[in-house]
């Protein structure tokens, strides 16, 4: 990270208490997809006893940058550390190793029930065959194997469809179409 961006962690030490920066880095994560409302900025802006907003805005991004590589990296306690320079004090990189690292499995876990994972074709077998007793009509018979590797469902799964000739012929002409135009 850049060097004139940790220069803001210290204004850290203003607040009254360690649960005061505790809610600053939940408020973050809780607002990642949004961004602070106007009534946390002004609480966490008083918690830091910042008189405008100026002070505030870096210190926010640098929690964000330190909050996003804890969880998406998902570094060890040893590894947090060594992200602070030497000029940012040692007991500050101790609470907010500890609060990282207090919160890091859970919101690791919050990011893993927001990824959204596809199946993957594991086989496929087809045939052609009547589409039914009564028509001579022949349709393309398709069954799909697919292998789900998520955390809510693991586990295979067949899909079996059916494609006219004259849906078959579309999407081939379709394939056709894009290899030669994309060799």
């Not at 920066?21 to 008083?46: C, F, P």
Request: aromatic letters at 6%; one cysteine or more.
């Amino acid at each position: 990270m850049e060097h004139t961006l940790w220069g803001h962690l210290p204004l850290l030490v203003r607040s009254t208490s360690k649960e005061s920066i505790e809610y600053l880095l939940q408020a973050l994560w809780r607002t990642r997809k949004t961004g602070l409302d106007a009534a946390d900025r002004d609480i966490i802006r008083d918690m830091l006893q910042l008189q405008n907003e100026t002070d505030l805005d870096p210190l926010l991004v640098c929690l964000r940058m330190l909050i996003r590589k804890c969880v998406y990296e998902n570094i060890n306690k040893d590894d947090i550390q060594k992200l602070f320079p030497n000029e940012v004090l040692p007991e500050l990189q101790r609470l907010l190793t500890l609060l990282l690292q207090k919160f890091q499995r859970e919101w690791r876990e919050e990011v893993l029930k927001d990824q959204v994972t596809f199946p993957c074709l594991k086989a496929m077998t087809w045939n052609m065959a009547e589409q039914d007793a009564e028509s001579t009509d022949t349709v393309a018979v398709i069954n799909l194997k697919l292998q789900n590797d998520s955390q809510s469902q693991s586990g295979e799964s067949e899909v079996k469809f059916q494609l006219a000739k004259d849906s078959l012929d579309t999407m081939l002409r379709i394939v056709v179409l894009k290899r030669d135009l994309h060799p």
